[in-house]
């Protein structure tokens, strides 16, 4: 084709030949049309960088259409020769654009980190964390766009009164900047040299014998689904969330064991935990028989859902068990239930060692040289420990009340 100024009439007049052939622009060099043998119209620009001794090459700017007419591709065109012009290469350039603002846009780069963080409990941390918290201020904006003040901002806006809120959006996002500047997708951290949040006041609250057995005893009524897993969390002192999706395919009955998968586990660590007595009358009236189901969840509500009223059933049994001692129970939560069977354990005479596994925490005994070289798993131990807790001081009601279990209560 001879060459001409590309205009919008010009083009829409372009018809095939029925072979490929390119219309040139007359006034900026390398901008041209093809058209294809089957009709179809594309912008293109050509350049050579390095001067005649450079090799030609091409970019598709896009098909003739809408949105893309002739003025827009002459405009991107051009943006391209400013780039050829100071010696940079715009396939390059436009790579690299698409790269920031698409493949390191923070909502896309968040769902990637997300994808690959281990352990269910601690990839919902993170998903909600970034999804509720920082993805609505940070918006779309480029992760090497991201600087400190940014993060200031993420933070200062959440609840002042939430500090564990304040300290795990820190953690989150520290950890998501390492993971990226390990990637190399980032050359530093905007998070490094901030000072990290002020930790949560650690609670020291541990309920009394007293408390415990009016909690097991109001536990019968604060709902089917609730009721045996606060009495589990008591029986076992494992975590809400470990206990509330328990599987039938992790416990066996036969064996008096749960065997906790690292998938489940927070500290992606698998666990086992010994069932003693009050688990397993637990778990038989769960199953109304001691003949346990195979597999499916074990707290199912009727929607076929996991159980996530935890608030509401708490509410409740703190009204049963306001009723039954006469008076209210001292603000608890169900976390503190772990730390009272950990309390427990040491009246009990148990090792420290055997607490800490019981609880499957990595503390001072399972870390450095103690985690490659002590490699004892505290099992039998650990068996003592919870038959022991499944008679007094958990089992207290008749000392404590003098009342005898009773679920019709």
């Not at 007049?13 to 594309?42: H, P």
């Not at 028989?289 to 195979?294: A, L, N």
Request: hydrophobic residues 40%; aromatic residues 6%; charged residues 30%.
């Amino acid at each position: 084709m001879e060459a001409r100024k590309i205009t919008q009439a010009v083009v829409d007049g372009l018809s095939s030949s029925g072979r490929d052939e390119f219309l040139w622009d007359t006034k900026l060099s390398g901008f041209g049309v093809k058209v294809s043998a089957g009709g179809k119209r594309s912008y293109v620009y050509q350049f050579r960088l390095g001067g005649r001794k450079g090799t030609a090459r091409r970019i598709t700017l896009g098909e003739h259409g809408n949105p893309l007419n002739a003025n827009k591709a002459r405009k991107r065109a051009e943006s391209f020769a400013l780039l050829v012009s100071q010696g940079i290469d715009p396939v390059t350039a436009a790579a690299e654009a698409k790269r920031l603002t698409v493949d390191l846009a923070f909502p896309a780069y968040a769902e990637k980190f997300i994808a690959s963080c281990e352990g269910d409990g601690w990839r919902k941390l993170v998903s909600g964390t970034l999804k509720n918290h920082v993805i609505p201020h940070l918006k779309k904006k480029s992760l090497p766009q991201i600087r400190k003040s940014d993060i200031t901002d993420v933070l200062d806006r959440l609840p002042p009164k939430q500090a564990a809120l304040k300290r795990n959006t820190f953690a989150v996002l520290r950890r998501l900047f390492s993971w990226a500047v390990g990637r190399g997708d980032i050359e530093h951290s905007p998070i490094d040299g901030m000072e990290v949040p002020p930790p949560v006041p650690a609670r020291d609250r541990v309920l009394t014998d007293e408390e415990m057995a009016i909690v097991w005893i109001t536990a019968a009524s604060a709902g089917s689904l609730f009721g045996p897993i606060v009495r589990l969390l008591m029986a076992t002192g494992q975590r809400r969330e470990e206990v509330t999706q328990m599987d039938w395919s992790e416990v066996q009955r036969s064996e008096a064991i749960w065997q906790l998968p690292k998938e489940r586990a927070k500290n992606n660590v698998a666990h086992v935990v010994p069932l003693n007595n009050l688990a397993i009358e637990v778990l038989d009236r769960v199953a109304r028989g001691e003949k346990w189901p195979r597999s499916g969840a074990v707290f199912m509500t009727s929607g076929k859902g996991p159980f996530t009223a935890h608030a509401r059933g708490k509410k409740r049994l703190d009204e049963k068990a306001a009723e039954l001692a006469k008076k209210p129970l001292r603000p608890w939560r169900l976390h503190d239930l772990r730390r009272t069977m950990a309390t427990n354990f040491q009246r009990l005479g148990v090792r420290f060692e055997v607490t800490e596994s019981a609880l499957n925490h990595v503390g001072v005994s399972r870390v450095g040289v103690a985690a490659v070289y002590q490699r004892h798993d505290w099992l039998a131990e650990k068996v003592e420990a919870f038959a022991a807790w499944g008679k007094p001081p958990l089992r207290v009601v008749d000392d404590a009340l003098d009342l005898k279990l009773n679920d019709s209560r």
